[in-house]
Each structure stands twice: as structure tokens, then as C-alpha cells.
């Protein structure tokens, strides 16, 4: 059997950054596990985070660009792949004006590096048009969090008297509140959930709230 090791890291499938145990064998990731001494989630992550290792791993998994032609996929090298870009975008930013092409960074390892990435690379093309999925999303939550609380809070759920769960399913998602919650429970905290659909927080909750969706036609 080859060199095993075990290496701490942190979970980046999500913002709430679950603290993981990463089992390496022979240089190749073979479990990932939560990391007991994380003070975050102690020990618990979500299937997001322990199915990483499948999709890491996965055969089909692409690791080299793929160039769609007339015969189908081809693979080609990188070098060639980066100049045929170059060369779109800049064909397009001549025809159409610079701003025509924009960056988009999504959701994934990096978070911050990839947007000053992203952002240094937008500046480089001259076009202001970035995205990402900050501005589809957690910007607006960053705001309105600031202009109410003027921070960015965390849920007490382990002390708290009474969470409502409104379209989030924790057990799903984010682990280690279902943990903080299940302790609060013991101290008498009750729990409402709001849905369309009963999942795993609502088998806990208290109260179950459905949303009937109802269909209109014109
Ligand atoms: S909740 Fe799941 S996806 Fe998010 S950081 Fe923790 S293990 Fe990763």
C-alpha cells in the first residue's frame, strides 16, 4: 500500500466553510470527512462535501479542453485552446466595442481569488461587464444584512426560542445548523419551517408551513 495521509482543510462547496479531513492515498484524494476539532461543525458535513470525492474522481470528469467540430468533440492543447479564445474575444471587442465581452466567475474553490481573478482579467480587456454569482445573489444579502444589522449575523441556533426555516432545508444543506438546532431542541427550542415541499428540516420542525403553488393562465 502506498503513502496514506490525512490533511485538514476547509469545505469551499458553500459559504459555511465546514472544516474537512481530506484522506490523500498515493497523491489521490480518497475521502473526505469532517473534521471533529472544527469549532463551525464539528465533525458533520453534507452530502455536498463528502460526494466531492466522486466528482473529483469521476473518468469523465473533463481535464483538457474538448473543441466542438464538425466530426464532434476533439481534444486540443491548452495553448491552442487559450489563443482560439483570445482570438474570438478579440474579434468580437473590434466588431462590437470592448464592453462587449463580459467575465463571469461562478460558485466554487477560490471564492475570493477567483473574483480578484476574474476582476483583474476584466480590467485587462477593458470591459466593466463583470458578473458572478455574488451579484445574482449574495450581494443582495450582504446588503440588506449591513443595512438591518450592520453586520453579517449568524443564527444563534443553539440558544434561540424559536427558528423559522423559510425554503432552506439545513440537513441537506448546511449541516452543522441542524446540529445547533438539535441542541437548542433539547433546551425547549421550537421550529417552524416554510415550503412547497416537506423535506428533512420540516420532519423536525414543529410546524410545517406549504406554499401551494397555484398555476395561472391568461
Ligand atoms: S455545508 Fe456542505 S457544502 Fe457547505 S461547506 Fe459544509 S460540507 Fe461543504
Not at 469532517?34 to 474522481?57: E, F, M, P, Q, Y
Request: aromatic content about 10%.
Amino acid at each position: 500500500m502506498g503513502e496514506k495521509k490525512i490533511c485538514k482543510s476547509i469545505c469551499r462547496m458553500c459559504g459555511s466553510g465546514c472544516g474537512i479531513e481530506v484522506t490523500v492515498e498515493d497523491n489521490k484524494v480518497v475521502r473526505i470527512s469532517g473534521d471533529k476539532d472544527n469549532h463551525i461543525n464539528r465533525g458533520r458535513i453534507c452530502i455536498k462535501g463528502s460526494s466531492a470525492v466522486t466528482w473529483l474522481n469521476l473518468p469523465e470528469r473533463l481535464t483538457k479542453p474538448l473543441k466542438k467540430t464538425a466530426d464532434g468533440f476533439v481534444e486540443i492543447p491548452l495553448e491552442q485552446a487559450m489563443d482560439e479564445i483570445a482570438e474570438k474575444m478579440l474579434e468580437l471587442q473590434k466588431k462590437y466595442g470592448k464592453q462587449a465581452v463580459a467575465g463571469w466567475k461562478g460558485e466554487g474553490t477560490g471564492f475570493d481569488q477567483n473574483e480578484g481573478l476574474m476582476r483583474r482579467f476584466n480590467t485587462a480587456i477593458g470591459s466593466p461587464n463583470y458578473f458572478s454569482n455574488n451579484t445574482q445573489c449574495n450581494a443582495g444579502r450582504f446588503i440588506a444584512f449591513h443595512l438591518n444589522y450592520g453586520c453579517w449575523p449568524q443564527a444563534d441556533f443553539r440558544n434561540t426560542n424559536l427558528a423559522i426555516f423559510w425554503g432552506t432545508n439545513s440537513p441537506a444543506a448546511h449541516s452543522y445548523w441542524t446540529q445547533d438546532l438539535n441542541e437548542g431542541r433539547e433546551k425547549g427550542a421550537k421550529s417552524i419551517v416554510v415550503d412547497v415541499k416537506y423535506n428533512e428540516q420540516a420532519r423536525i420542525a414543529d410546524l410545517f408551513v406549504v406554499i401551494r403553488l397555484v398555476l395561472m393562465q391568461y
